[in-house]
């Protein structure tokens, strides 16, 4: 009996770690151990709650790891239908907070962001479809693509949460683009962009001024935008956030002020200091060196996803891992930029480190789309 236990045991174990790509696992792991680490200074009495989201992430990971890539494609449209269908029951039902609409309540205990579902049933739905259309890809089937990402994308955007709903458009347009979408319709798009960044820098003044609206924008966005032009103009108010960040991150120096030994973290001056701006604690904390450390994981995790990337085995899992991989980059040039003050704030989180739930659930099954794209191309 002992050793008929000690058979199943040792057939049980590689088939629990067959899905997992080692040199992934062992990146998200360093990354999540910092998190860990930077939490247990910045907010300690969230410590156990960010402990049991690592944990739901991993298994998460796990189970998602473990569907073939192909199957997964398979169930897209599904995930894609249930993450259109929860973001109108936000609208119709959702719980408001902070101003805004974005949350389900499931019962008295669970909270969800439907939002943060389309950032895997986006690149999931596209890929799918570029798939089944490999042969024929054409203008017809890139402007089929912009609707699907415009739905939810307006749905999101609605709330509002600008923030999720550039990570969405990206998560999608990154799939549209490794899809092959002509460069003569990306350069106008580029050409346009840029030109209306620049009018904006140079009529900031006027731009900014009290009463003037911008077309499709909130208020508050066009205060971001013009909080990052000058955020002196209210710095007690929409620039605080910005000018305390930028305050942490210089005072950390090359080696930092040690653990928990941020004046800004821990006298309290700098605003969200364990979500949207945790990559200022870590600045000031830990300084120029483990600003280096968290880049370096950073590189090495893109690194790692471009690889498995190359080598899928199908168009789908090619397009929908490059397209994963782009959203950790967006996630993490987004966020290091809000907080160092070279972008708007806009709510983005810093990947596998920021505290929060569904975020972090949400990477990391990111991490167990690259795991099963990588098992497809052991298994071919």
């Not at 990971?61 to 473990?66: D, P, T, Y």
């Not at 973001?87 to 205990?109: C, D, M, N, Y």
């Not at 001024?209 to 209210?234: A, E, N």
Request: glycine share 10%; proline share 5%; charged share 15%.
């Amino acid at each position: 009996m002992n050793r008929r236990r000690r058979t199943h045991a040792a057939q049980l174990i590689p088939a629990l770690v067959r899905p997992i790509d080692p040199p992934l696992f062992l990146i998200l792991i360093a990354l999540l151990a910092y998190a860990t680490l930077i939490m247990a200074s910045a907010a300690p009495e969230l410590f156990m709650k960010h402990i049991g989201n690592v944990c739901l992430s991993l298994l998460g990971m796990w189970i998602v790891a473990s569907i073939p890539t192909r199957r997964l494609l398979t169930l897209a449209p599904l995930f894609y239908i249930i993450g259109i269908a929860l973001l109108v029951a936000v609208h119709l039902f959702g719980t408001i907070s902070k101003g805004a609409q974005r949350w389900l309540e499931i019962g008295t205990i669970v909270r969800i962001q439907p939002s943060e579902i389309m950032k895997i049933a986006m690149p999931l739905m596209l890929a799918w479809f570029f798939q089944k259309r490999e042969n024929f890809i054409g203008w017809g089937e890139f402007l089929l693509a912009v609707l699907l990402i415009a739905v939810p994308a307006y749905l999101i955007v609605k709330q509002p949460d600008l923030g999720t709903t550039i990570l969405v458009c990206s998560s999608g347009l990154f799939v549209v683009f490794f899809a092959g979408l002509p460069w003569k319709l990306i350069v106008p798009v580029a050409l346009a962009g840029m030109a209306v960044i620049a009018a904006i820098g140079i009529s900031g003044d006027e731009l900014c001024k009290p009463g003037v609206k911008w077309p499709g924008l909130h208020d508050y966005q066009k205060d971001r935008v013009c909080t990052l032009l000058d955020p002196t103009r209210d710095e007690l108010g929409k620039g605080f956030h910005t000018i305390q960040s930028t305050i942490a991150i210089g005072s950390g120096g090359f080696l930092g002020k040690g653990w928990r030994q941020g004046t800004q973290t821990h006298l309290a001056f700098l605003p969200e200091r364990h979500t949207d701006f945790i990559f200022a604690v870590i600045s000031e904390e830990f300084g120029y060196l483990g600003v280096l450390v968290l880049l370096g994981l950073y590189v090495a995790l893109l690194a790692r996803g471009f690889m498995i990337a190359a080598s899928a085995a199908t168009l789908g899992a090619k397009l929908v891992a490059g397209a994963t991989t782009m959203v950790f980059f967006t996630y993490m040039f987004v966020n290091i930029g809000m907080v160092s003050g070279i972008l708007p704030v806009v709510g983005i989180p810093l990947p596998f480190i920021s505290y929060g739930g569904t975020a972090v659930v949400t990477l990391c099954l990111g991490i167990g789309i690259l795991m099963g794209a990588r098992r497809n191309v052991q298994e071919r």
